[in-house]
């Protein structure tokens, strides 16, 4: 799939633990990995559900960026607004006016306007789309107030595509948001309050889960225990047990280190046969460096062995991982 011109990564659909996880792979995409900051990656996700219904939106790179499932029934929501716009058609001609009664050159602008707000700016920015929606009842008002004439057809047109906005509940939060300001904000800050992620590093499989709100969490104490790991203990207000909340250091690796972490897993299959085996050595490993070079000092090629063992040490191929027939991992 290509977005202003550029292919953007594969997706898959995941079920763990009875939950669908829309997965996208997000490493060699040029855009960013956020659908708070990036219109391009809100584009992306709102046009695979369309086609698709999920639990939970994964954007996955060096850290993975996990959203909730109120998160993503919210922008499922705006995929289906956008599918019903496409059924109803509000930018056809019978929906832009009465040519008996007004001229038709006034059709051209209204037909771009209604695109933009129900289809091309929809799927990129739907409070952005909402607001431009409210302008343009804004303007066919202030043009009542002044005694000009108003096509009674169009305002009923946009007025049917608010109703429909506003049933969705992200259009719901925000206006009831943004009623509480005295200036509007740029619509990427109002994301950023709607969508925050649950940020971990995507070699740990684990997320904190809460019931509640977190700010009801009052901290009892806090120590720390082995390297560097710190132990949170929480009141909980409607349980009587205490919760702990254990932060390794992994939690708090570089992207330097979560690349070393991430090699490994490449070099083994994701599951592991139901009937393995597992023997603390095998005969077959470990292989050593004085081996190797004897193994190319007796190799039949006429290569120089200095050259060989650049070679081989240049394709950085340390060792590679074969399944055995009886069913234990053997490195050769």
């Known amino acids: 799939m290509k977005i202003g011109g550029f292919e953007v990564g594969p997706y898959a659909l995941k079920e763990e633990g009875g939950k669908k996880h829309l997965i996208f792979a997000c490493k060699d995409c040029v855009y960013g990995a956020s659908l708070a900051d990036d219109p391009h990656c809100r584009f992306h ?66 037909h771009d306007e209604v695109m933009q707000i129900t289809y091309e700016l929809l799927a990129y920015d739907p409070i952005k789309a909402y607001l431009k929606l409210l302008s343009a009842l804004k303007r066919e008002a202030q043009k009542s107030k002044a005694g000009q004439p108003v096509s009674r057809v169009y305002l009923q047109t946009l007025q049917e595509i608010r109703t429909s906005y506003e049933q969705t509940q992200l259009i719901q939060k925000a206006k009831e948001y943004l009623l509480k300001l005295d200036t509007i904000p740029e619509s990427n800050e109002l994301y950023k309050y709607f969508f925050e992620a649950e940020v971990k590093p995507s070699f740990i ?53 979560i690349f070393c972490c991430r090699r490994p897993r490449k070099w083994f299959p994701p599951t592991i046969p139901a009937e393995a085996a597992f023997r603390t050595r095998s005969p077959r490993v470990p292989i050593s460096i004085a081996c190797i070079r004897r193994r190319f000092a007796t ?32 490195c050769c």
Request: glycine share 4%; hydrophobic share 35%; charged share 30%.
């Open 45 to 110: 996700i709102i046009s695979i559900l369309q086609k698709t219904d999920a639990d939970l939106i994964v954007l996955a790179d060096v850290y993975e960026r996990v959203y909730n499932e109120q998160q993503t029934k919210e922008l499922k929501e705006i995929a289906d607004l956008i599918e019903r716009f496409k059924s109803t058609a509000p930018w056809s001609y019978s929906k832009l006016g009465d040519a008996k009664e007004e001229s038709e050159s006034e059709f051209g602008p209204r």
């Open 205 to 257: 499989g684990s997320r904190l889960m809460f019931e509640g709100e977190v700010e009801n969490f009052e901290l009892v104490d806090e120590y720390t225990v082995a390297e560097n790991s710190s132990v949170q203990i929480f009141n909980h207000p409607n349980k009587v047990a205490k919760m702990y909340f254990i932060n390794p250091p992994s939690i708090r690796f570089l992207r330097r280190s």
């Open 299 to 330: 190799s039949q090629d006429s290569i120089p062995l200095r050259s060989k063992w650049r070679k081989w040490k240049s394709s950085r191929k340390w060792f590679r991982v074969t399944r055995s027939d009886m069913g234990f991992w053997n």
